[in-house]
C-alpha cells in the first residue's frame, strides 16, 4: 500500500503569513492527491482536489501544488477561521484504495 | 441541498456489531460512489471502503476484510456500513464521504459523522 507522509506535523503562525504544508507519496501517484480541512468536532471539508484544483466555494487563498511524489499546500495569508488541521489523501484509482497522510495542525501564534 | 445525514451515536459492547446508516438528500444517490472513513480519538482519518450504489460492489481496505459489510437501499437512498466483531480500538466517529465522480476522484460532501463508542 502507498503511505503518505506530511510535514510538520503541526505549525503555529501569525495571521497574514503565508503557511505550507507538504505531502509525501512512497511512490508515484500522478496527481491523486487531495487536500481536507477538518476543525474540531467537524467533518472533514474538500478544499484541494487533484493536486491543485480549487474545490467550488474555498477561497483562493488556499492552493495545491505537485505531481509524483511531492505535494505542496499553501495558505498564501492565514486568517483566524483557518485554525484546523489539514489532510492530504491520495486515491489510487486501480485498485481502488485510499491513504490519509497523519495530518498537520494548523494554530495562531 | 444536497447533504449525507448520518444515524446517531452508539454505545456498544465488545464482539458485537454496530450498523450505521447514512442518507442522501438532494442528490441522485447512485451517481456517485459512497465512502466510510472512520477516525479514533485525537487520531488521524482511516479509509474503510467504498460501496458504489448502482451495482451493490463493495472494496474494502485490507484491514478490515472479513469484519466490515456495506450496503445500500437505493429505493431511500441511504448506504449503511455495518462492522461487527467490534473492539474497544473501533472507538471513533464513522463518516460516510461521496465521492465526487470521474472528473473530481475526492470526497466532496461528508456526512456529520457517528460516534460509535466499544465499551464493556
Known amino acids: 500500500d502507498i503511505q503518505m507522509t506530511q510535514s510538520p506535523s503541526s505549525l503555529s503562525a501569525s495571521v497574514g503569513d503565508r503557511v505550507s504544508i507538504t505531502c509525501q507519496a512512497s511512490?508515484?501517484?500522478?496527481?491523486?492527491l487531495n487536500w481536507y480541512q477538518q476543525k474540531p468536532g467537524k467533518a472533514p471539508k474538500l478544499l484541494i482536489y487533484?493536486?491543485?484544483n480549487l474545490e467550488t466555494g474555498v477561497p483562493s487563498r488556499f492552493s495545491g501544488s505537485g505531481s509524483g511524489t511531492d505535494f505542496t499546500f499553501t495558505i498564501s495569508s492565514l486568517r483566524p477561521e483557518d485554525i484546523a488541521t489539514y489532510y492530504c489523501?491520495?486515491?489510487?484509482?486501480?485498485?481502488?484504495?485510499?491513504?490519509f497522510g497523519p495530518g498537520t495542525k494548523v494554530d495562531i501564534k | 441541498q444536497v447533504q449525507l445525514v448520518q444515524s446517531g451515536a452508539e454505545v456498544k459492547k465488545p464482539g458485537v456489531s454496530v450498523k450505521v446508516s447514512c442518507k442522501a438528500s438532494?442528490?441522485?444517490?447512485?451517481?456517485?460512489?459512497m465512502h466510510w472513513v472512520r477516525q479514533a480519538p485525537a487520531q488521524g482519518l482511516e479509509w474503510m471502503g467504498r460501496?458504489?450504489?448502482?451495482?451493490?460492489?463493495?472494496i474494502h481496505a485490507h484491514r478490515f476484510q472479513g469484519r466490515v459489510t456495506m450496503t445500500r437501499d437505493t429505493s431511500i437512498s441511504t448506504a449503511y456500513m455495518e462492522l461487527g466483531s467490534l473492539r474497544s480500538d473501533d472507538t471513533a466517529v464513522y463518516y460516510c464521504?461521496?465521492?465526487?465522480?470521474?472528473?473530481?476522484?475526492?470526497?466532496?460532501?461528508w456526512g456529520q459523522g457517528t460516534m460509535v463508542t466499544v465499551s464493556s
Open positions: 487533484d493536486a491543485s
Open positions: 511512490q508515484d501517484i500522478s496527481n491523486y
Open positions: 489523501q491520495q486515491y489510487d484509482v486501480v485498485p481502488p484504495r485510499v491513504t
Open positions: 460501496i458504489n450504489p448502482k451495482s451493490g460492489d463493495t
Open positions: 438532494g442528490d441522485t444517490f447512485s451517481d456517485h460512489y
Open positions: 464521504a461521496r465521492e465526487g465522480g470521474y472528473d473530481k476522484v475526492a470526497f466532496d460532501l
